[in-house]
């Protein structure tokens, strides 16, 4: 209770601090997938669900899809560094302007990179190289990590109306899906599989099943069911993985992307991610995930 206290009132600090419409926010524990806190911003009443809309009355955390933007780059960074698609050393040349034309649409970077190491790619989030990157792996490669580490299926929590997300299978692909699709666009994800798949990177590679409810007790105070730890599977060698935590641990650093939520004397890794909303038919830029 203390934990999802917390999670709340720093939600609502975050909707307020990013004059956001809504949000939410997930804590689990990536060693057995228990969930130790969810909350969503706008919330409701359960006591009184009727004065709430009707849209806030439904859990983001499994019910919404996006699409991920650069968190979804730790797929490309594990299929291809497993795959020996990447290596720690080489260098990356991007374009003066930060733009690049890839099969006739533009790709952008943020802001222009210059020449990057594997690190950097990832730590200062270059969409132009990360996609260059994916371009070296076979579509029907690069599916089956992504869909390894938990996207396009349920992840089966134990909460009613949980979303599967879309992955497109590669027979569906056209010329732009995986340079697109390595940056986060072209595949939809709920927020819990987001957490699934980085809780797994932090597990070594064990993907774990996510649970709310830990046991349950009858009238006189005895358990009848217990819930424990299920691997699902195991999404990449954990030589892969230990490779890669120093790599995103460096977005989390001050030549990162995420420096603002580094914690001296704890060492934490991550990936920072913003998707244009597609709105109306086109993606509107000043509309942000």
Do not use: C
């Not at 809504?22 to 804590?27: L, P, S």
């Not at 720690?88 to 943020?110: A, L, S, W, Y």
């Amino acid at each position: 209770s203390q934990i999802q206290s917390i999670v709340e009132e720093e939600l609502i600090s975050g909707i307020d601090r990013h004059k956001a419409l809504k949000g939410t926010a997930i804590i689990m524990n990536p060693k057995t997938g228990a969930v130790k806190a969810m909350a969503n911003y706008p919330s409701f009443n359960p006591n009184s669900p009727g004065s709430a809309e009707n849209e806030n009355r439904k859990n983001f955390a499994i019910t919404d899809m996006i699409e991920p933007g650069s968190t979804f780059k730790l797929v490309t960074a594990i299929s291809a560094v497993e795959q020996n698609a990447v290596k720690f050393g080489e260098m990356f040349e991007t374009p003066e302007n930060g733009v690049k034309m890839i099969h006739g649409q533009f790709m952008r970077d943020h802001d222009p990179l210059g020449t990057l190491s594997f690190t950097d790619v990832i730590a200062k989030s270059s969409n132009i190289a990360t996609s260059e990157i994916a371009m070296r792996l076979k579509p029907e490669t690069f599916f089956q990590y992504a869909r390894n580490m938990g996207f396009g299926t349920p992840t089966h929590i134990d909460l009613p109306g949980e979303e599967s997300g879309r992955l497109q299978k590669p027979f569906e692909w056209s010329l732009v899906t995986l340079p697109w699709m390595s940056i986060g666009y072209e595949v939809q994800t709920t927020p819990i599989q987001i957490l699934q798949a980085y809780a797994a990177f932090a597990n070594g590679g064990d993907l774990m099943q996510p649970y709310i409810v830990e046991s349950i007790t009858n009238e006189m105070g005895e358990t009848i069911e217990t819930t424990k730890p299920h691997v699902i599977r195991k999404i990449a060698k954990e030589s892969t993985i230990n490779k890669l935590k120093p790599v995103f641990e460096k977005v989390v650093s001050d030549s990162g992307t995420a420096g603002w939520a580094s914690i001296e004397g704890l060492r934490i890794a991550g990936k920072t991610g913003t998707a244009q909303k597609y709105i109306d038919g086109q993606y509107r830029a000043k509309y942000n995930v």
